[in-house]
């Protein structure tokens, strides 16, 4: 099993996000989907300036094996993309919690990061998904 970041909170479909203490927080996908999906070959981004809403879909990424819905943890509005990934979306499969980050929100409600996993909660569900 992978490590997973005591810093990270995670949806069950296995976003993570990171608050970066300026309001903002950043979102990617666990190490254990990108190993689930398999090498990624294309990522879709939000665009900058698009509303996301928490638990709905944000951006795609897809492998050889399937496309896969990428939904935001939090509300808010996008103020930045990880546009790397449009050429290297295998940075995921390489560094899922650091360069392989997808986009950045900025948050209208902080009320949400409460309703998501914390790093031992999110292992716990990883260990009963296995069973």
Do not use: C
Not at 80 to 109: H, M, Q
């Amino acid at each position: 099993m992978s490590e997973i970041p005591g810093d990270l909170k995670f949806l069950k479909s296995h976003e993570w996000a990171r608050v970066e203490g300026n309001g903002r927080v950043t979102v990617g996908i666990s190490d254990h989907a990108q190993g689930l999906l398999g090498d990624l070959v294309y990522v879709e981004l939000p665009n900058v300036g698009d509303t996301v809403k928490a638990g709905e879909q944000a951006a795609v990424v897809e492998s050889v094996k399937a496309a896969s819905d990428v939904y935001s943890p939090i509300t808010g509005t996008v103020v930045e993309v990880n546009s790397a990934l449009s050429d290297k979306p295998e940075t995921i499969n390489e560094d899922a919690y650091g360069e392989g980050w997808i986009f950045v929100v900025e948050v209208t409600g902080t009320d949400e990061l409460n309703e998501l996993l914390a790093p031992d909660d999110y292992a716990e569900l990883l260990e009963n998904e296995d069973h």
